[in-house]
């Protein structure tokens, strides 16, 4: 079904299967009718409140959703926030956000309390999520209840689940892939819906609820597999957020699981493309998106329905990437003969040294990564020049030794400079990229 | 429990998760992700296993925080009920 918000689709349920579990959370059931009566009563308390601007400390629990679905119903803006982020950095996005009312642990929204703002006017319908950071500062990208609804339908019409399924929520709702095909891709179906019970219920979730679909990111099911914690009745499991080794993949079809992997940016309220055959990184176009290449393959993305309004407060940022509706996204792909979508690579992920060489860093680091048989590395730019972060111990000089027959093979613009040796780990997003612009000022400081 | 049987049994639980690990070497500032190469999905088995075997619980928003063996041996020990 496509539902033009929140409101319209806990209504529709409601009416039309009230008894049906929409949620289960441990041994809690909410069905259909008692979610939207919650959530109605709680918007009714938000609206008496004033206030205009949620942040939502998400843990994924059951009152978690109703608060912001309520919050939405209620006209507010809602920001989501990952309740494991620093206590600096989150009150920062407090600010940014302008949240004038928190929704978390007591605890830690007692601590941020001093953060809050006055609130902010014209915020209503806003549902604001932070983007992953790849490549700079995290940015809190403007969806809509209306665009996440319409994203969840594309989803649902590549992936359609019935109300008889079972789709298991695990990823962290602070995040567009996790709350759109995590939550609403079940609740625009009918299906039941079981919220995750966090990290400490990885490896035991999916035996106690028994999903018939789940949403993963590539280390999350990496590790679902590793523990055995997979359950036969898992019919369907959609990847995404992330590059994905094949051998991952393999290994669920192979306890014949659909296997499907999902292509889309928080920019676009999630998924853009899916795959729904044989191969997991052939990915069909939904419904209502279309993906042209540009010259170079950057891959373009006109979603009228699910593109996101701008970046909050960055109108700069937003004309960057967003040009007459179409989204430039910095990745890199191309369409088979059957013309299913490809990702090959990230054009943020080229590094242009001051000489105009350009080094595509996925591939560099793979060859890298191959010759040291070491993970945790990655190239960026120091004074101009390439230059190897490597996490771990290890001895530079050895290091160098080492990569002397892959440096033979470069152009001398593309050589590594300097080895740079530093005991922490690798800045990643919580799906494990790079985060590049991190990266680079971590490389400066070494 | 005194905090070196902690720290031995902090050891003892990364040595079963991960049987080609040579946890002799670590002491109490040795950092997890890299000290000892375990992943971020490594380090939830690691404390779910400890979490079970001390019986404590610890917030999953202080994971993040702990950084070295000596870390997760005061998460532990100020949950153990007082002797």
Redesign the interface.
């Known amino acids: 079904m496509r539902f033009e918000d929140f409101e319209a689709m806990l209504s529709y349920w409601a009416e039309a299967a009230p008894e049906a579990p929409a949620l289960r959370y441990n041994d809690t059931v909410c069905q259909y009718a008692e979610l939207l009566d919650a959530v109605r009563q709680r918007a009714a308390e938000y609206r008496a409140g004033g206030k205009t601007c949620l942040g939502i400390l998400s843990d994924g629990s059951l009152d978690c959703v109703i608060a912001l679905f309520a919050a939405n119903f209620a006209g507010m803006q809602v920001v989501m926030l990952d309740e494991s982020l620093p206590e600096p950095l989150l009150r920062e996005l407090i600010r940014y956000t302008d949240i004038d009312a928190l929704w978390g642990d007591p605890e830690l929204t007692e601590e941020l309390s001093p953060a809050l703002t006055a609130g902010v006017s014209g915020g209503a319908g806003n549902i604001l999520f932070f983007t992953s950071g790849t490549t700079e500062r995290a940015k809190a990208v403007v969806l809509t209840g209306h665009s996440l609804c319409q994203s969840a339908w594309n989803g649902s019409q590549m992936l359609p689940l019935t109300p008889a399924d079972t789709l298991l929520c695990m990823l962290p709702m602070a995040h567009v892939f996790g709350f759109v095909c995590g939550l609403l891709w079940g609740l625009s179906c009918g299906a039941c819906v079981a919220l995750g019970r966090g990290a400490r219920y990885y490896m035991r979730d999916c035996k106690y609820y028994l999903p018939t679909a789940l949403s993963a990111v590539p280390v999350l099911l990496d590790f679902l597999l590793r523990t055995d914690a997979l359950n036969p009745e898992l019919a369907t499991i959609l990847v995404g957020a992330g590059d994905c080794p094949s051998h991952i993949l393999s290994a669920a079809a192979a306890r014949g699981i659909r296997v499907c992997f999902g292509y889309g940016l928080t920019e676009t309220s999630s998924g853009v493309a899916i795959s729904t055959g044989g191969d997991p990184f052939a990915m069909a176009v939904c419904p209502d998106d279309t993906i042209t290449l540009a010259e170079d393959g950057e891959i373009l993305i006109d979603a009228p329905t699910c593109m996101m309004r701008g970046y909050y407060k960055r109108p700069d940022a937003t004309a960057a990437v967003l040009q007459d509706g179409i989204l430039h996204t910095g990745d890199l792909g191309r369409f088979d003969s059957d013309g299913r979508l490809h990702i090959t690579g990230r054009k943020k992920d080229i590094l242009v040294l001051p000489d105009g060489t350009k080094i595509f860093l996925p591939e560099y680091e793979a060859g890298l990564i191959q010759a040291l048989g070491h993970t945790e590395l990655a190239v960026t730019t120091r004074d101009g020049r390439p230059v190897l972060v490597w996490s771990g111990e290890g001895d530079a000089k050895d290091i160098a030794q080492r990569l002397r027959p892959v440096m033979a093979g470069l152009p001398r613009g593309q050589q590594l400079a300097e080895i740079l040796l530093t005991p922490d780990p690798l800045p990643r997003t919580a799906t494990g990229k790079i985060k590049r612009w991190e990266l680079q000022q971590k490389a400066g400081n070494l | 429990m005194t905090r070196p049987e902690i720290i031995a049994q902090i050891k003892t639980v990364i040595s079963d998760c991960f049987p080609d690990m040579d946890v002799s070497a670590l002491e109490e500032d040795s ?1 997890i ?3 000892t ?1 375990i ?3 490594g380090f ?2 690691v ?2 296993k400890l ?1 079970a075997m001390f019986d404590v619980r610890i917030p ?2 202080q ?2 925080k702990l950084s070295t063996l000596g870390d997760v041996a005061d998460a532990i020990q100020k949950r153990l009920p007082k002797a």
């Open positions: 950092v992700n890299t000290d190469a992943d971020s999905m939830v088995l404390i779910c979490e999953e928003r994971w993040q």
